[in-house]
């Protein structure tokens, strides 16, 4: 058997087995041939035994796959579907752009092998892949797993984007978000004033001020801190500091810090730490912010600042809530009213998303 008989390939078409849908099951290859002797005739109708096998290479290379199954000759004619017994894959024509299929018939091999023509690539259809010129891969999509691959110059995986949750969603290389490569990347602009500063009562004084410029409509953060030196009486004596964007503006509720006592026992200095937030929503532009403060209490109550810093950060975008407090919800259809105690203003105030503001202007 292994030295007189032949196998002459009729058929390497796959066009009358494939379905639209292209199910795993549907992955097959229809191939006939006719297995003669030496002297050309049929051999005797009978089984057998015939191993298929995919090559990298027409000679020599590695094997990617293989099967072996029985087949009936009629005549010595044969067909058969391959991929029956060990399925094919997508993967495997996504991976490989040229295959070699060797045939062996009890375990002789029928050579030479026989290059794959593009309908076999079809089992890929449902799937992207991308090659340079010197056909190394450079992009590849797989459906099941529902993600798309960019690979780099060696072929390992460069960027990747994946049906998953949280930070495995997106896997980037490490400092690929950059000032290069984002113009609306997150920012930061920071002031500092050293300085001793002796508040007025009643009075809002900046204390440091920081301006910023946002490349598109975003979210400002802001934080401030400074120091509270209060001295002169053992009576009543605190302070008031702020974020705000107006220069003398009134008291911001509830964007401010009260420090200080009703009473001291004695009136040397007394320090107090205060630190301050504020979240704004702004549209693209340049924006200055102030750290501000006043004295509650008249002399001889004394009360100075001291250390000021105001730092603001840029976001272009939000990724949960941003709750900010309003006297005005004309443009927030999601205000809610809150109440406010020892109030010496009679407004109204309600709690708002400033998502919702974001929302509107990317409409």
Sequence with gaps: MKNNLFLIPLIFIVAFVFQQDIQAADKQISYQGRLTNTDGSPVADASYSLEFLLYTDSTGGSIVWAESADVVTADGLFSYLIGSVNSLSSSLFQQHRILFLELRVSGEPVLPRSRLGAMPYSFSANELSGYDSDDNLTIQTDSENRSLTIFDSLGNSYITLQQKDGDSALILPESAVNAYEILDEPGIASSID???????????????????????????????????????????????????????????????????????????????????????????????????????????????????????????????????????????????????????????????????????EHK
């Design 194 to 360: 050293l300085n001793l500063t002796t508040l007025i009562t009643n009075e809002m004084i900046d204390l440091t001020k920081v301006t910023i410029e946002i490349p598109d409509d975003g979210y400002i953060v802001l934080i401030g801190k400074c120091y509270f030196l209060l001295s002169g009486t053992t009576g009543a004596n605190s302070a008031i500091v702020q974020i705000d964007q107006n220069e003398n503006g009134g008291t911001q509720f509830p964007y401010y810090t009260i420090a200080g006592l009703s009473g001291y026992v004695n009136s040397g200095t007394n320090y107090f730490p205060a630190f301050v937030t504020r979240t704004y929503y702004a549209s693209q532009g340049t924006y200055t912010f102030r750290l501000e403060a006043k004295a509650n209490n008249p002399l001889p109550a004394v009360a100075q600042s001291w250390d000021h810093i105001l730092t603001a950060t840029y976001y272009p975008t939000s990724y949960y809530g941003v709750e900010a407090v309003v006297a005005d919800q004309i443009e927030y259809s999601n205000a809610v009213p809150i109440s406010v105690e020892n109030r010496d203003d009679s407004k109204q105030y309600y709690k708002v998303d400033l998502r919702e503001l974001e929302i509107k």
